[in-house]
């Protein structure tokens, strides 16, 4: 194959031969790259399939196909019900997942709406502040340690008399009990055991009294754990495992809950699968590409019968999740208030559970990362495996629906880590350089679809971060999707006025706080620049939102959180900016030491995955003299972000 037939043969499966990066340089992709990209795709699919494996249909968005024609075709809705094909897709069909069979194939009908959601108080133009909370650093005396699903619950309390409106969290995706980085998760289904409140398990009453002296003895462990000023993931694994294991013995003491749990299984796509997954590492070791060959792969009976074989093991890894469902869906909000924004990473690892269980539609040979840009002037390989474009198609899109739908349950919202990944994502064959990779395109339009339908179906507001290298046109059209655009207020200092879609925080996960950068902020110009999606940048007065050059953000809005509400979203109803979120640490008014950073994504061969540094979680949480104390929930102080767990004013 010449070049010129191989760059063609790249540019119909989606695989850029030339682009340019964020500085405007161009890159003409290695005839090596190009190869090894195709061979990683696999062959080609067969073109102009009668029925295509998934269809997505929206308001003004025919799909272009029909059954064969003159063959009879059966639609059966998502809830079992059949109803004619209407004449052109979607017709009035309702919203949802559907089958339309005939006698030579069948293909998923995805009816999806034209926007994703957005709850009434943003529609009508309002605007909501809350917090950009790490949750594994929102300690306080009751965890273990490591801030949990409690001291949320507790953080979202205290401070909606305050004016709190949500909490935007990390990712709460399971992971390997010693991995810093929650962007570098083993699962993005299912979520971390390490963010149960141990006390709030409702098998936890009907322990023996000697079983709870145990218990308690373990907590004294765990809360000591709170003093010091780095979290210990694997101390805290190790006393968090012990005690729930302890706990979950006496489920056999209570019948109503091991029908619960019973239900709960039968009714959660893919738990079993987890639950024998986290059951065949507590066996054969963390890497399951470590395995015996007989359980590397998911659809093996070896893996069926391993799993009958150790079912208590089983048991408990579900009854673990089952716990963290309940114990997030208690984290309500108040009247008026959106609740928990959760975060969703790019990727996952590839030794976890998501990659053993979607390896049917991951490329071989391939990780995920980005190409030279001010951050990564070298270019970026976060490890990360990537999903073959056709092959995700092939399945219905379903490893992406699951994983959407997984992010939304119990939450008012979810960021999306690179929403770029939507339509192109940037991949680098194994042992070339993270410069020398090149971007495919994903079918955009449809994971749109499916991102929308999910969104409608969970009530969820969508939040897209896309800094970094965006292709013109990206911002357009998410924002025309009702995806709300990120924006960092260090880059967003403007004027009144303006479309009201960004929301704006202080930072990414691997940006310095505000107290970290008042010398950063001295180099910059005091009028800053605000860019909405699809406009240009204007100039602004100085130190809006965010203070006088120099100055910690919360302070230009008078110190504690109220205030830092207030510097960052302006004091108007007239900014621009719906969603803005301080740090609880910034809302304190100080860095203790100038440290703590906050998580980065992995990135292979170079480590950065520094463990989050803190303070010891407080005895009660400072305030000013006449300012009203937070309410009774917040005695155990969660009130942390990145470092210290107080308010201090």
């Given amino acids: 194959m010449t070049l010129d037939e191989l760059r063609r043969t790249a540019e119909s499966r989606g695989i850029t031969t030339h682009f ?29 399939a009668a029925w295509p494996p998934v269809v997505v249909a929206r308001p003004g968005r025919p799909p272009g196909w029909r059954p064969p024609r003159g063959e009879p075709a059966t639609l059966v809705l998502g809830d079992g019900r059949e109803r004619p094909l209407p004449d052109e897709l979607p017709g ?9 069979a005939g006698r030579s194939g069948a293909t998923t009908l995805v009816v999806a709406p034209g926007r994703c959601h957005l709850p009434p108080l943003l529609a009508g133009g309002g605007r909501a502040w809350g917090w950009a909370a790490q949750l594994y650093a929102v300690r306080s005396r009751a965890s273990w340690g490591i801030g949990d699903l409690g001291d949320l619950a507790g953080l979202l309390e205290s401070t909606a008399p305050l004016g709190a409106g949500f909490a935007l969290l990390n990712p709460l995706h399971a992971a390997s009990p010693g991995e810093p980085s929650p962007y570098n998760p083993s699962s993005r289904v299912f979520r971390n055991p390490l963010y149960l409140r141990i006390e709030a398990v409702p098998e936890l009453a009907a322990l023996a009294a000697g079983e709870r002296d145990r218990v308690e003895t373990l ?6 754990l709170g003093g010091r000023d780095r979290i210990d993931r694997p101390a805290v694994y190790r006393l968090k495992d012990t005690a729930l294991r302890l706990v979950h013995g006496a ?22 699968r987890y639950a024998t997954f986290c059951a065949l590492q507590h066996v054969h070791g963390h890497d399951w590409r470590a395995w015996p060959a007989a359980y590397r792969h998911p659809g093996r ?44 990473a790019i990727g996952f690892a590839p030794d976890g559970f998501d990659a053993w269980s979607f390896q049917d539609e991951l490329a071989a040979g391939i990780t995920v990362g980005a190409p030279p840009d001010p951050l990564g002037p070298h270019g970026q390989d976060w490890g990360l495996p990537a999903f073959v474009p056709d092959r995700l198609a092939a399945g219905g899109y379903g490893p992406f629906a699951q994983t959407i739908r997984a992010g939304m349950a119990h939450a008012a919202g979810l960021r999306i880590d690179h929403v770029m990944g939507l339509f192109r994502l940037f991949w680098i064959p194994d042992g070339a350089e993270p410069a020398e990779g090149t971007y495919v395109r994903y079918p955009a339009d449809d994971l749109l679809g499916v991102l929308a339908l999910e969104s409608e179906a969970a009530g969820a507001l969508v939040v897209g971060e896309d800094l970094g290298t965006v292709e013109p046109g990206v911002r357009e059209r998410l924002a025309a999707e009702g995806v ?38 001295q180099r910059q110009r005091p009028g800053a620049s605000l860019r909405h999606r699809g406009g240009h940048p204007r100039r602004g007065r100085a130190g809006r939102p965010g203070g006088p050059a120099g100055q910690p953000l919360p302070a230009a809005g008078g110190r504690g959180p109220a205030g830092a509400g207030r510097a960052l979203g302006g004091g108007d109803r007239g900014r621009p900016l719906r969603l803005p979120r301080p740090h609880p640490v910034d809302a ?12 980065r994504p992995a990135q292979r061969a170079r480590h950065h995955r ?3 540094q803190l303070g010891p979680a407080p005895a009660r949480p400072a305030r000013r003299p006449g300012r009203r104390p937070p309410g009774p929930a917040a005695r155990g102080d969660p009130l942390g972000g990145g470092e210290r767990a107080a308010i201090r004013s």
Avoid: C, K
């Fill in 251 to 272: 489920l056999a003491r209570l019948p109503g809950r091991r029908a619960g749990l019973a239900a709960y299984r039968a009714g959660t796509a893919g738990l079993e």
């Fill in 301 to 344: 009976p070896e893996v069926a019968e391993f799993g009958d074989r150790h079912g208590d093991e089983v048991s408990y890894h579900a009854w673990l999740q089952w716990l963290l469902d309940q114990q997030l869906a208690a984290v309500v909000p108040g009247p008026d208030r959106l609740g928990v924004l959760n975060d969703l």
């Fill in 484 to 521: 709300l655009s990120y924006r960092l207020a260090w880059f967003e200092q403007g004027p009144d006025g303006g479309r009201r879609l960004p929301p704006a925080g202080p930072g990414r996960h691997h940006h310095p706080r505000p107290a970290d950068r008042g010398r950063l902020l």
């Fill in 588 to 599: 304190a008014g100080r860095n203790p030491g100038g440290r703590g950073r906050g998580a």
């Fill in 610 to 612: 520094p463990a989050a």
């Fill in 92 to 100: 009035d069909l309702p919203h949802g997942w559907h089958r339309v």
């Fill in 20 to 48: 340019s990066d964020a500085a405007g340089r161009d890159y003409d992709v290695s005839e090596a790259t190009l190869a090894a990209v195709l061979e990683a795709m696999g062959p080609a699919p067969v073109a102009a």
């Fill in 219 to 224: 907590a004294r462990a765990g809360r000591e």
